[in-house]
């Protein structure tokens, strides 16, 4: 019988949480928001963290079938093309990342053969398209607000989020990068809490919230109903909204995101290196 089994892996530098969800009768597994580790004083990446999750694929004799990125983040670099190199699978994300591409291309002044089309990844998910991890039946599940590509995959009776959700007690994503909207997050929320109110919550990040002494990454439907500190059952659209316009504004820019952003809208690879063969990162002034 399929059995899913899920193995998290927390990157303390990003906030970041990976994730292996794998089917123990077939021995085939998912990845989910993998992370290149990236040293930006020094524009070094290096591959300890995604090393950790190859090392845990090989130990189980796991065969990786999907590389998924629930969005094009912007708080650490995606690991996807090298353990694409290292274990095979495929690199997925949603459709909608052509948005963002289409947004952060200009910004970033990219090279005239980069497309907005989505083609640097090997597949593409619309709302509501069906996959599988071996035996176990999945869902892909346009989530948007935070980004317009934010994806949210339903993998048996669990439900990995990317930036939609926190933990309860922390909240919910951030609406104000470009393409992000509030109240277009509030109606995505609002189908992930439709789901079974057992399934098992997965977040890409936690920030330990105030009173709390250790990163936690898993909740249910049901806890998320009952206790998220800004969209808990009976919380309104409106109230929703307002909240988050007004934190929003109080919000830092994400320590990575200019490095991140470029990278992973290109699925995670680097930009081309330029005519002295070296690869380079481009900071726009006074435009995010």
Avoid at 56 to 76: G, M, N, Q, R, Y
Avoid at 167 to 184: K, L, N, Q, V
Avoid at 189 to 218: M, N, V
């Amino acid at each position: 019988m399929p059995s899913l089994e899920i193995e998290a892996f927390f990157d303390e530098n990003t906030n970041t949480v990976s994730y292996i969800a794998y089917d123990l009768h077939t021995c085939t597994a998912a990845v989910i928001d993998p992370v290149l580790d990236y040293d930006a004083a020094a524009g070094r990446t290096s591959h300890a963290s995604a090393d950790a999750l190859i090392t845990f694929l090989k130990s189980k004799s796991l065969k990786l079938e999907w590389i998924l990125e629930t969005h094009v983040h912007a708080d650490h670099l995606s690991a996807a093309p090298y353990l694409k190199q290292q274990c095979g699978g495929r690199i997925a994300i949603g459709e909608c990342v052509k948005t963002v591409q289409e947004t952060f291309a200009p910004i970033f002044g990219a090279e005239a053969a980069f497309k907005p089309d989505g083609s640097q990844f090997d597949h593409l998910f619309a709302d509501g398209d069906a996959f599988s991890i071996g035996e176990i039946a999945a869902k892909a599940m346009h989530t948007p607000g935070h980004t317009p590509a934010c994806m949210t995959y339903v993998i048996g009776d669990t439900a990995f989020v990317g930036d939609t959700l926190f933990m309860p007690d922390y909240g919910t994503a951030r609406c104000d990068f470009p393409g992000g909207d509030a109240d277009i997050l509030y109606s995505s929320i609002q189908k992930i809490l439709s789901l079974p109110a057992k399934t098992r919550i997965f977040t890409c990040h936690d920030y330990k919230a105030e009173g709390r002494d250790h990163f936690a990454w898993e909740s249910t439907v049901a806890e998320q109903k009952a206790s998220n500190i800004h969209i808990h059952e009976g919380a309104s659209r409106e109230e929703f909204t307002s909240m988050r316009l007004s934190r929003d504004k109080q919000l830092s820019v994400p320590a990575l995101i200019i490095p991140s952003v470029q990278v992973n809208m290109r699925g995670g690879e680097l930009p081309p290196a330029d005519e002295n063969g070296r690869t380079y990162l481009k900071t726009p002034i006074n435009v995010l």
